[in-house]
């Protein structure tokens, strides 16, 4: 589904965010991508998401290139507070991107309400963003997402403002609406342990330009569940690989895995 070749990207600033990615995802695939800050995590979902125009190389979503936002692409963000429209009901926050696919208002009221059932706010439609608590505005922005059915879905570090119980229980929501909803996720994440326990794949990034450092297959069983999976010997395995390749200096011998 999605192809990323040769992506380079440097700021008007003159800083390298990144250089040289190559990525292939799989359709239906849920891959993390962790790393330390400024390493270009944010840079390279950016331009997949046809937010930034690239330096060099290519993105290729559905076979097409990537040179402007993509339909049927949708973005979570890590600040929901800003994401979300204060005057507008939760019900009108979730409906508004459907405007854009020119569905009527009955329409879009009632994808919205499936959404926020989906994420367990179907008692909330009517309430306003402000009067919600950090872990259910966020909820609010994964509806948003979800009402307009993307077939490929962003997620820019989208548990990193709430509370480590919420971030678990969110990552749980995640792990059971992939499970329903047909689409692929790309999930940027400082968290080692989040992005071993939700992903098919995880993928370190590193450096400054940031590249690939390691792509590691993640063959945890399921249904995952946040303390028994936790504990076992595959995933505190993977993990230790996951920051060993994080905490590993960067040598000119580095190179892209895909």
Not at 225 to 244: M, Y
């Amino acid at each position: 589904m999605l192809d990323v070749r040769g992506l380079s990207h440097t700021y008007p600033d003159g800083h390298p965010a990144i250089a040289g990615v190559d990525l292939s995802v799989a359709e239906g695939a849920l891959v993390s991508i962790v790393g330390p800050s400024g390493c270009g995590k944010s840079t390279l979902l950016r331009c997949v998401a046809g937010l930034l125009r690239p330096s060099a190389g290519e993105i290729r979503f559905d076979g097409r290139p990537v040179d402007g936002v993509p339909d049927g692409l949708a973005v979570v963000f890590q600040d929901y507070g800003r994401s979300l429209y204060p005057w507008l009901t939760v019900r009108d926050n979730v409906a508004l991107p459907l405007r854009r696919r020119g569905l009527a208002r009955p329409q879009r009221r009632a994808a919205a309400t499936g959404a926020l059932e989906s994420v367990g706010l179907g008692g909330s439609a009517g309430k306003y963003p402000w009067q919600l608590s950090g872990g259910m505005q966020q909820r609010v922005s994964i509806a948003r997402a979800l009402a307009y059915r993307p077939r490929l879905l962003l997620m820019d570090e989208p548990f990193g403002s709430v509370d480590a119980q919420t971030r678990e229980d969110l990552e749980d929501l995640l792990l059971g609406l992939r499970g329903s909803y047909a689409m692929t996720i790309l999930l940027v994440t400082h968290d080692i342990d989040e992005s071993v326990y939700v992903g098919d794949r995880v993928v370190v990034f590193g450096g400054s330009p940031g590249r690939i450092r390691a792509d590691l297959p993640v063959t945890l069983p399921a249904p995952r569940e946040q303390i028994t999976t936790r504990t076992l010997p595959e995933f505190v395995k993977l993990r230790a690989e996951v920051g060993r390749s994080i905490k590993a200096p960067r040598t000119g011998g580095d190179r892209d895995v895909e």
